[in-house]
């Protein structure tokens, strides 16, 4: 053992770092493990079990990968499987989870971490964002589960707890309590400092006793001592590790800065020379103001999904459990949201919160969806009205039946989407991030060889002073922190401003991509229309049928189906609906039945051709129907045709503002609809849109997307049926009403909540209004640095100075990006 001891490197005599966690370990303490290569230390059994781990996974290369790594062992990691049944969620034939990942020290975390799960059979996938140790895992529950994802992490020397956005927020809020007492601190001690640094400037030009000089120097000492060691130990701290792990950060700038000033002015005060105490100090100061305001400004921007979270009551009042024949003879009992399933009926008092996503089963009311909607206006409920989580029910008591729970609700799938928008990145975002990597390292250099030339260069032999400053002004004056923040900070801020105006946007991806679209296409019925047509005409075509029995048979198939034209037959139809087996929906034409021993086919007519009906006399009718641009559902039991159902939809309020402001804006508006050429021709007309498609079906749709991007057209979609999916997928930017079905929904990059399609105009213009915050962030940033390096570099810049513009360049952009708020 000696021998292997001998081979361990020690950091200093008798001292050794531990191989997994780098602490450092008395060598007679150390637990030392026989491995290829030699002997390995270890402080603790806990690191050496978690090294085992590691090299029998193969992902050893973790150990050379690590940057920033944080010494120190490992958190003790247990997970309590019961805490996270609140956080796991169902996603298809699949399983996802949301974890906020302790002891993450460094990028190489992240990839250890993710290396870890993804080799473990029946993991889909395991993403880290290291900005906010969240990680979302997916996995095939009936390869592996939720307690075999937590021990993989626990066996790689990490805590995983249930993600809330609450405790993001808490530590964004904790990081803003700290730094607010650092800068008062330093603001403090600051003040006091250039009282007697005004007076030392004073006695230099016009002369001062030796005896006071001295006296205010020392007390200028110990006044920029508290600033230098207390608010910039988190400099200091991140310094030091970086220095030891051979990565540099904007705090090695920072530090290198100030700690130079500091200590020459230290060396000069016992060898009776000038002190600048107050660069040291004013240095940290206006960094921490920086970023007090930066993490100000990051707490504002996520502010949008805090408040959404907080919207949701934590208790609901029970009226009847799903299954029970009756109301519960107790009465009404609170109980938390969490223990509601769908199915229970719920009461709702004017003024409360709707506490889940139902159906009005019993009362009238209004209802303030404004939080979902951006609509001012309250809209009025009654039986059959769909009602959602975190809306205000303002004047009548309603009793609503519960259909959506938990993740589920409309809320959470708002709250789920806002965060992950703001973790996408934009791929602008790419050219801050490759240069952010290689800037520290280059202004570290600059200030080296500015130090040297200035020193080496002069015969004057007081020239170490104006060299150590004009070094001091180069590492001082550098800004990274505006590149890193340009693009995101922007974006948070723009998905707040989305959000108040009913805008659900996925990414900064999408903005991005938002900005170059000329060519937008729209969906007809339920997106220009207002997606309630109305029955007009009943015509029965066949012997023994009724208008009330042709209608009934397409009520009751259509029944099943969510389409706009099938809410519009059935409640022409006001009769009891029949039951209806092998129900099949065919996207964009129609839908069949079993009624009895009876195919009921009820589509346009292509669908029923296709089928093999005949029309034979009948299609003089459907070409005059057709004729008064009405939509013409035909309707064929066994193969007869035995009638049509015609419709009309009305234009929905503002699309033709929106069609001319579109228009005024320089994009191209098409509309394309699986309708007939008639009905399709009517709308267009009122809405002012002169290229028009109708009878596509859903893939047709998607093909003309394809076309139109083969041009090269940037394209936007915006449709809200299941006959819209795979066109929103094609389109570079697809965009969803928010009354769209599920499957549009998951499709579309933007959802317009309040299910009107004048928010796109906004969408675009926001678009482009970030885009163009990002873009001026960023020259501010590049033509800041290019300019003020070389001016430090120079002399002609102070540190203080050097100070004062680094901490302006931070603020500049983030009063750019929170101009954005005020949109």
């Known amino acids: 053992m000696s021998g292997g001891m001998r081979m361990i490197e020690e950091v200093e005599d008798g001292i050794c770092l531990c191989v997994h966690c780098l602490s450092e370990v008395v060598r007679k303490d150390a637990i030392v493990e026989e491995a290829a290569g030699g002997p390995k230390v270890f402080c603790c059994r806990g690191c050496l079990e978690i090294y085992r781990v590691i090299q029998g996974e193969g992902l050893g290369d973790f150990y050379t990968r690590r940057r920033h790594w944080q010494p120190g062992p490992p958190e003790i990691a247990r997970a309590d499987l019961s805490l996270f049944s609140e956080v796991v969620r169902e996603v298809g034939d699949e399983m996802e989870v949301d974890l906020l990942i302790a002891g993450i020290r460094c990028a190489s975390c992240v990839w250890l971490i993710e290396r870890a799960l993804s080799g473990l059979g029946g993991v889909v996938s395991a ?46 809020n904790q990081e803003r309590r700290d730094l607010l007492v650092r800068f008062g601190t330093a603001v403090f001690f600051s003040m006091q400092l250039m009282l007697y640094t005004v007076a030392l400037y004073a006695g230099y030009f016009q002369g001062m006793a030796p005896l006071y000089k ?76 920086g970023r007090l305001l930066e993490a100000g ?80 206006s309250p809209a009025v409920k ?71 030339s200035r020193l080496l260069l002069s015969s004057d032999p007081t020239a170490l002073t104006p060299a150590l400053m004009n070094a001091v002004s180069v590492l001082v004056v550098a800004c990274p922190c505006a590149l890193g923040l340009a693009t995101p900070l922007a974006i948070l801020s723009g998905s707040a401003v989305a959000s108040r105006r009913g805008l659900l946007v996925r990414g900064g991806d999408v903005y991005e991509m938002a900005s170059k679209v000329d060519c937008i296409v729209f969906d007809k019925t339920g997106t220009l229309t207002e997606g309630r047509p109305v029955v007009t005409d009943v015509v029965v075509t066949a012997d023994g049928w009724t208008t009330e029995r042709l209608l009934g048979y397409a009520a009751s198939v259509e029944a099943c189906s969510e389409h706009s034209i099938s809410r519009a037959i059935i409640t022409a139809y006001k009769g009891r609906l029949l039951a209806v087996g092998r129900f099949r929906a065919f996207p964009g034409r129609g839908v069949e039945g079993i009624i009895g021993n009876e195919l009921v086919l009820v589509g346009n007519r292509d669908f029923l051709l296709m089928r ?108 809200d049926g299941i006959n819209d999916a795979p066109a929103l997928t094609e389109a570079h930017v697809g965009v969803a009403a928010g009354r769209a079905a599920d499957v549009a929904l998951g499709s579309a990059d933007a959802v317009i909540m309040n299910g009107r399609p004048g928010p796109v105009a906004d ?33 002609f810049l102070h540190p203080v100075m050097s100070a004062v513009l680094m901490a302006l360049s931070s603020l500049m952009v983030v009063g750019n990006s929170l101009r954005l708020a005020r949109l």
């Open 214 to 289: 001295t006296a205010f120097q020392f007390i200028s000492w110990g006044l920029a001592t508290p600033v230098l060691f207390y608010s910039g130990y988190p400099f200091m701290r991140n310094s030091l590790r970086g220095l030891r792990q051979g990565v540099f950060s904007m705090d090695i700038l920072i530090f290198l800065g100030s700690f130079s000033a500091y200590t020459y002015s230290a060396v000069a005060v016992l060898t009776d020379g000038e002190v600048y105490f107050d660069t040291a100090s004013m240095i940290i100061t206006l960094v921490l103001l």
């Open 297 to 376: 400004a990051r707490y504002r921007a996520g502010e949008a999904v805090a408040a959404l979270m907080t919207l949701q009551p934590k208790e609901a009042r029970l009226l009847k459990k799903a299954g029970d024949p009756a109301p519960r003879s107790a009465g009404i009992a609170t109980l938390p949201v969490q223990e509601l399933e769908p199915g229970d009926l719920i009461s709702v008092v004017p003024g409360g919160k709707i506490p889940l996503d139902g159906v009005v089963v019993e009362g009238v009311s209004e209802v303030d969806e404004s939080m979902l909607t951006g609509e001012s």
């Open 612 to 719: 093999g009906t005949v029309f034979n006399g009948a299609q003089p009718l459907y070409e005059q129907l057709v004729a008064g641009g009405k939509t013409v559902v035909a309707v064929a039991v066994d193969g007869k045709l035995c009638g049509f159902i015609a419709l009309v939809d009305a234009l929905r309020e503002g699309v033709r503002e929106l069609v001319g402001t579109l228009g005024d804006m320089g994009m191209r508006v098409m509309m394309v609809t699986g309708d007939n050429p008639s009905a399709a021709e009517r709308i267009a007309e009122e809405a002012g849109i002169v290229e028009v498609t109708a009878g596509v079906t859903p893939f047709g749709k998607a093909e003309i997307i394809r076309n139109l991007k083969a041009a090269g057209s940037v394209v936007a979609m915006v449709g």
């Open 763 to 795: 969408l675009l213009n926001l678009s482009g209004r970030i885009l163009s915050v990002v873009k001026q962030n960023l020259f501010w940033a590049f033509s800041y640095n290019i300019v003020a390096v070389p001016l430090a570099a120079s002399g």
């Open 127 to 172: 993403r880290v964002n290291y900005a906010t140790h969240r990680a979302r895992i997916r996995w095939r529950s009936g390869k592996t589960s939720l307690e075999e994802i937590l021990r993989r992490v626990c066996s790689v020397g990490y805590t995983p707890k249930p993600y809330t956005g609450s405790l993001f927020r808490d530590d964004l």
């Open 382 to 452: 009654q039986a059959g009205s769909e009602v959602f989580a975190g809306t205000l029910n303002l004047n009548g008591r309603l009793v609503v039946e519960v259909k959506r729970t938990g993740e589920g609700t409309v809320l959470s799938q708002i709250v789920k989407a806002v965060e992950d928008a703001q973790a996408r990145k934009a791929p602008i975002q790419a050219v801050a991030d490759r240069v952010v990597g290689w800037f520290v390292p280059a202004v570290l250099s600059v200030a080296v060889m500015t130090f040297l």
